[in-house]
């Protein structure tokens, strides 16, 4: 069993930064795959990204603007936000998965209550 609370959410003004945390209950952090993933009011979850043992991968419309990371000594993971848009507000939330890599929600089998972002124009 693995809990996690997301944390860093709140109001930015387009361009500007946020970082998202998520720590892990439990003694098996490292062998967790975790990912994020954000909803928007009317709009079905989508995926953000995800870190494993190959590294972080991304959706294309975050690559390039937000950074996945992992303390495993501090069973917490990171999403760094940067030159953030009105279009990424949502409310993102933080998965695990004993699984592979992937941005399907469905294989996540731990999930966060979530945390908001929004950007203002």
């Known amino acids: 069993q693995v809990q996690l609370v997301e944390s860093g959410g709140g109001l930015v003004q387009a361009g500007g930064s946020l970082r998202l945390s998520c720590a892990a209950s439990?003694?098996?952090?490292?062998?967790?795959?975790m990912g994020w993933f954000r909803q928007a009011p009317g709009k079905e979850r989508e995926f953000v990204a995800t870190?494993?043992?190959?590294?972080?991968s991304y959706a294309d419309s975050v690559k390039g603007r937000f950074t996945i990371s992992r303390d495993n000594a501090k069973s917490t993971v990171y999403l760094q936000m940067n030159s953030l848009k009105p279009q990424d507000t949502a409310v993102y939330y933080c998965?695990?998965?004993?699984?592979?890599?992937?941005?399907?929600?469905?294989?996540?089998?731990?999930w966060g209550q979530g945390t908001q972002v929004t950007v203002s124009s």
């Open positions: 439990g003694r098996t952090f490292s062998s967790y795959v």
């Open positions: 870190i494993s043992w190959r590294g972080g």
């Open positions: 998965a695990a998965t004993s699984g592979g890599p992937g941005g399907r929600a469905i294989n996540y089998d731990y």
